[in-house]
Nanobody
Framework: QVQLVESGGGLVQPGGSLTLSCAAT????????MGWYRQAPGTQRELVAT???????NYAPSVKGRFTNARDNAKDTVSLQMNSLLPEDTAIYFC???????????????WGQGTQVTVSS
């Protein structure tokens, strides 16, 4: 079964940095777009950043210039380097990847389990 395993969340002070990582495992044949979404309490899940297999990136206006999305195609991993963090960046962050699986021979979107990021003094 394809799984996305996330790591790297935590508590950080405003202005600090964190790096999130996500690895696709289990029957992965081809990984297409990868990216990050976040959901704060009482709000809808929103796009943070995406990256294509050719490493073209796209960012939400609220994080552009502060966050960097990168991927390692050889390892099927994606990371999100978050700098100059603000209290409004507090949310659960989810990794998402568009993957062709060898288990069922189809392409589908998969989500990670989510990792909490809290920005507070």
């Amino acid at each position: 079964q394809v799984q996305l395993v996330e790591s790297g969340g935590g508590l950080v002070q405003p202005g600090g940095s964190l790096t999130l990582s996500c690895a696709a495992t289990g029957g992965v044949s081809t990984v297409y777009n990868m990216g990050w979404y976040r959901q704060a309490p009482g709000t809808q899940r929103e796009l943070v950043a995406t990256i294509t297999s050719r490493k073209t990136t796209n960012y939400a206006p609220s994080v552009k210039g502060r966050f960097t999305n990168a991927r390692d195609n050889a390892k099927d991993t994606v990371s999100l380097q978050m700098n100059s963090l603000l209290p409004e960046d507090t949310a659960i962050y989810f990794c998402k990847a568009d993957i062709y699986s060898t288990y069922d021979g189809r392409r589908a979107a998969y989500w990670g389990q989510g990792t909490q990021v809290t920005v507070s003094s």
